[in-house]
C-alpha cells in the first residue's frame, strides 16, 4: 500500500487536473466538493468534461466562469429553489461559451458510474422507455436484449472520469478515506475515476470507521487535501450543516451576468485560499 | 372551517391519497410536504424514500433539498444512491411516486426537460432527475402540478417521463412495469385517468371550484367525468399539522451557517 | 411499514418453504442459517434447489438427507478442510438421490444474485472465458456484445430465489433487520428473493446502527424467528465464534453414508428445536 | 540453518514473490500463510484482500476459512463479497493473485472441478470458487501446487480457470485483460512462463532436489531453463515468523465454542 501525498489545495488540483479533462466532483447534496471546484475556477482550467448527477451551484459556477465543454448530468437545478441561472445562460445563449449535454436521468446516470467502477464497457437498466430522451442523446443510449428472456432492455456507456474528485469528512495518516452519511453515487464515481484526489475536513489517527462502513483504501487515493469547510456552503455531516440560506441567496446573485462575474471575482478569484473564501462570503463564526 | 389557500387543499388532497403502510418514493418540494402530512395525520406507517439513499425516514422538518442531513438523521438507513435505484425502485418495491413537471399531456407524460426545441431551447429546465424511472416502476405515480392553459397542454414540448404513452395499451405494450399515473392532483381537483383509453378525466374539484374553471385552464378539450365528486376541505388537525411542518420548516432554513475553521 | 410476524422457527419454515422451491440459505463463512436448514431438514423438505454461493457444511447435511435435487453454486467445499462428502457422494454416486448442478464461479454467483436483486433479467461480468463452465452450463451461460465498444462479455441469468434465509444478529421489534461484519452476497440474496425469513440472535429496542449500516426494512421481511446460536457452528461475530473443531470433526462424520445419517438422526431429526440441537452437540456453556 | 519442510520452503518462496505495496487477493490455505508471512518480513504494506469482503486485512492468525471473524475485525472495511469482484477484481485493481488447483497443464491452466467427465465424475472436486476471475483481471497470477505427475497433467480433465490458454498470444486473443501465471511455485522449485509460447520452463529449484526430480513429478515432457536458479532455503527470520504465524493459528482453532443460551 502507498500512502498518497497529502498536498495543499492549490497543488492538488495543479497536479491532477488539466484542460479538456473528463472531470467529476460528486456528492448528493451532502459533501459537495466546493472548494475545490472553486480552486479550478482560480486556476482557469477550460475546455473541461463536468459530470455531476446534480449540477448544483458548484457547476453553475464553474459553467458561469467558462470552465466547462460539455456537462454530463441527470438533474440541473437549485434544489428547493429553481433554475440554475448560469447552466440555463450556457444552454439558451451559448453565454460564455457553447455548452454540449450528455444528459440523463438518476437512474440511468448512476447506472453509467457503476458500470465504470466495475470494469464494464456498459451498464444495463430498465428505463429511458418512451421518453425522449432516448432521441435526444441517441449515442449514449442503447438498447440490449435479454439472451435469456429476450426482454429488451436500455444499455448506456460506462463513466470512467480521468479525475473524480471528492469531499470527505477524514482521512486518516496512511490516507484511508471515510464516507459518511448521505454519499449519493460518491463510491462509484471514486471507483470509476482513472484518478481520485479527495478534500477532507480533518485527518485522524483513526477512522470513525464501524466494521461496514464506506472506506476508500489509501492505495485508490492520488492525492488528499485538508481543506476545513471544504463543502460549504453544501455540508459535512457532524461537522456544519447546509447553508439553505445561502442556496436562496444564489437566486439572485446568479440571475444577471454582470453580478453573478462581480460575485465571482470578488469571492473566489480574488481569495487565494478556501480559508479566505469562507471569510470573505462570511461564513467562518 | 378556517380558510385555506389553494397550495395547502393541493398538499392536503395528495396526502389523502396515501395509505398507511406503504412504500412511498417522494421528490422535494410539495410531495415531500404531502408524504410527511400523511405520515402525521392518518399514516403513520407511510415507508418515506428519499432518492439520495435515505431509506425509511422520519423528518422532523422538511428537506430545502432531497439530501439534508435531516433526512439522514431520521432515516433507518443511508444507502448509495445506485441501490435505491435497482434495489428498491427497479426491484419493484415502491408502492408509490410522486412526480410534477413543467408540461402534462392527457395521457399523463410529462415534461421536465425543455420548453422549445432539444437544442435551442427558449427555457432550459432541469431535467429528467428520478422521474423517468419512477414513473416506469412504482405501482402507482401520483402527479401533482398547478393547473393552467400553458402547462396542461395538447402537446409537450419533449417526453421526459412516460405515463400512458398515446393511451390505450400503450404503456403496457412498451413494456413498462409500473402501473402509470393514478391522478393527476391540481389546484383545482383531480383528474384521474379514464380505464380504457387512459386519457385524464375530471372526476373531482374542490370547494369554491367549476367545472368551466378547470376546462379553462387546460390546454385540449378536457373530458368530465358524469359525476364530479367535491373534495372535501382540509380538516383542521389537517391544515394545523402542515401548518406547524411548514412553519418548523421556515425556522430551521432561516439562518445562516457559521463554521469555526482550526485556528 | 408492515411489521413482520415473529414466529417461532417451526412455524416459519412451514409457512414458507415448500417442496419443490428454489431456496437460498446465505452468508459467507459468518451468519450461515445452520438452524433454519436443520428445521428444513426435520420437516423433510424435499425436491428443493438449494442455491448458495458456498455450500458448506449446512448444504451438506441437506443433500445427505435427501432435501435436494438441484443445487445452484460456486465452490462446494469444507473451507480449510476439504471435500463436502454427501455433496461428492451425490454427485459421484447419485446418493441418496441424483443432484443437478447449476455451477459457476463466485463473481458469476454474485452478478447472478446482484442482477435478481436489482430487477434486471440478466447480468453482465468479464468472465468465464476460456474456461469449460461455459460448456458445462451452457443453457445458464451466455454472451452479450456491448453496443457501445462491440466487446463480447458474459451474460448470465438473475437468480431470484422463491424464499432466501438469512440469519442476522439483530432485528428491532419493528422488524428491521442488522446485518454486521461479513455479509458476502446476504443483502443481494435478499432483495433477490420473493419472500425473506429471517432468524436473528435478539430481538432489540434499538438496532446497533451505524448511519450507513446494512439494514433490511421490516417490510422487505416475510417473517422472522429469533434463534440464539442459530448459525453455530458458522458465527455471528460479537456473540460466538466460528467453531472451527468442529468443521474438522464434521471431515469424519460425513465421509461415511452410514455414521452421516446416524449422527444426523440423533443431533437435528430426534432434536425438536435448536436449543436442543445445541445441547446435544455439545455448544452450550 | 534449522531444518525445514518442503511445505515450508514453498510457503516462503511465494511470500518472496510479493513485493511490498502491491495489492493482493489472496485465497485459503498456502496463500494466505504466504502473504501474511510477506506482510510481517520484507513486505509491510502489502494489501490483503479476501474474498469474504475483507480489505486491508492484518490478520495475527491464519483464518481456516475465508470468511473468519479475526479478517473482518482487522480489516480496513468488509464490504459486500460482490463489490469484491466488480469494484476491486473486475476495475483492474488487483495486483497479484494466488490460486491453486488439482491439476495445471503446461500453459497453466487450472483444474478445480472434477477429475473424469463432468457429468459422471470420479472425484468431484469444489469448483471455481473465485479462480476464473482472479486469473482473468490480476496483472500477476501466482500459482502454488504440490507437484506430482498426477497434478501436472498434458491434458486436464476440466478447465475451470484460463491460464495462457493454448499458449502463445492465445491469452490476449481471447481478450483476457490480466497478465496470466507469472509463476508456479511448487515444492520442488519454481517454473515460470516462457515470453513466446508461454509455456511453463522450469526455472528454479530449491535446494536437495535436481532437475531429474522435477521431470519426474511432470505429466508432460518439461522444458528446463538454460540456467536453472537455486532457490536460498528459508532465514531464520522467515522460518520463525511463518511458524509462530503457525503456532498461533493452531492455538486459535483448538478450542471448541461455546455458546450461551438466553435462559
Request: glycine share 10%; charged share 20%.
Amino acid at each position: 500500500m502507498t500512502t498518497p501525498p497529502f498536498l495543499s489545495l492549490r497543488d492538488a488540483m495543479a497536479r491532477h487536473v488539466r484542460d479538456g479533462m473528463t472531470v467529476a466532483l460528486e456528492g448528493f447534496t451532502h459533501l459537495i466538493p466546493f472548494a475545490a471546484g472553486h480552486e479550478l475556477i482560480r486556476q482557469h482550467r477550460a475546455d473541461l468534461t463536468l459530470v455531476r448527477m446534480t449540477p448544483d451551484l458548484i457547476y453553475d459556477q464553474m459553467i458561469g466562469m467558462g470552465c466547462a465543454a460539455k456537462l454530463v448530468f441527470s438533474w440541473g437545478g437549485n434544489p428547493g429553489v429553481g433554475s440554475l441561472h448560469r447552466l440555463r445562460d450556457a444552454v439558451e445563449h451559448q453565454w460564455p461559451r457553447p455548452l454540449a449535454l450528455d444528459e440523463h436521468s438518476h437512474a440511468g446516470l448512476a447506472v453509467r458510474y457503476t458500470a465504470g467502477a466495475s470494469g464494464l464497457p456498459f451498464g444495463v437498466l430498465k428505463g429511458y422507455t418512451g421518453t425522449d430522451l432516448v432521441t435526444a442523446n441517441k449515442s449514449q443510449i442503447a438498447t440490449i436484449t435479454c439472451p435469456f428472456t429476450g426482454d429488451v432492455l436500455t444499455a448506456l456507456p460506462a463513466l470512467t472520469p480521468d479525475v473524480t474528485i471528492l469531499h470527505a469528512p477524514q482521512a486518516d495518516r496512511e490516507g484511508n478515506v471515510l464516507l459518511r452519511g448521505i454519499v449519493g453515487a460518491c463510491r462509484e464515481a471514486a471507483q470509476a475515476a482513472r484518478v481520485l484526489v479527495v478534500t477532507v475536513e480533518e485527518v485522524v489517527d483513526q477512522l470513525d470507521a464501524p466494521m461496514n462502513a464506506f472506506v476508500i483504501p489509501a492505495w485508490q487515493v492520488a492525492a488528499i487535501a485538508v481543506v476545513p469547510g471544504g463543502a460549504y456552503p453544501s455540508y459535512a455531516h457532524g461537522y456544519y450543516a447546509r447553508d439553505n440560506a445561502f442556496y436562496l441567496a444564489w437566486d439572485d446573485i446568479a440571475r444577471d451576468r454582470a453580478r453573478f462575474t462581480e460575485w465571482m471575482t470578488t469571492h473566489v478569484l480574488e481569495t487565494a485560499t478556501h480559508a479566505e473564501f469562507l471569510q470573505r462570503v462570511g461564513a467562518v463564526a | 372551517m378556517t380558510a385555506y389557500t389553494p397550495d395547502e387543499m393541493m398538499t392536503v388532497a395528495a396526502a389523502r391519497r396515501l395509505t398507511n403502510g406503504a412504500v412511498c418514493f417522494v421528490g422535494i418540494g410539495l410531495p415531500s410536504a404531502a408524504c410527511n402530512l400523511a405520515r402525521l395525520t392518518h399514516a403513520p406507517d407511510l415507508v418515506l424514500i428519499y432518492e439520495s439513499g435515505t431509506v425509511g425516514t422520519r423528518p422532523t422538518v422538511l428537506p430545502l433539498s432531497i439530501g439534508d442531513g435531516e433526512l439522514a438523521e431520521t432515516a433507518r438507513s443511508v444507502i448509495p444512491l445506485p441501490e435505491v435505484f435497482t434495489h428498491y425502485l427497479q426491484r419493484g418495491r415502491v408502492d408509490v411516486g410522486f412526480l410534477g413537471g413543467a408540461q402534462i399531456d392527457r395521457f399523463g407524460n410529462l415534461n421536465s426537460t425543455v420548453i422549445g426545441p432539444y437544442d435551442t431551447p427558449t427555457v432550459r429546465l432541469p431535467g429528467a432527475g428520478g422521474a423517468p424511472e419512477i414513473a416506469t416502476h412504482v405501482r402507482e405515480l401520483l402527479i401533482v402540478m398547478k393547473q393552467t392553459a400553458r402547462t396542461f397542454v395538447d402537446q409537450l414540448d419533449f417526453r421526459t417521463t412516460a405515463g400512458f404513452l398515446d393511451g390505450g395499451d400503450a404503456r403496457s405494450r412498451a413494456g413498462l412495469p409500473g402501473g402509470g399515473p393514478r391522478a393527476v392532483i391540481t389546484n383545482l381537483g383531480e383528474l384521474t385517468p379514464d380505464p380504457g383509453t387512459r386519457e385524464l378525466v375530471l372526476s373531482a374539484i374542490f370547494m369554491g371550484v367549476t367545472v368551466d374553471d378547470v376546462r379553462a385552464a387546460c390546454g385540449w378539450p378536457l373530458r368530465v367525468a358524469d359525476t364530479v365528486a367535491r373534495i372535501v376541505p382540509p380538516t383542521t388537525i389537517e391544515l394545523q399539522t402542515l401548518r406547524a411542518l411548514q412553519d418548523r420548516t421556515r425556522e430551521a432554513h432561516a439562518h445562516r451557517v457559521r463554521i469555526t475553521l482550526p485556528t
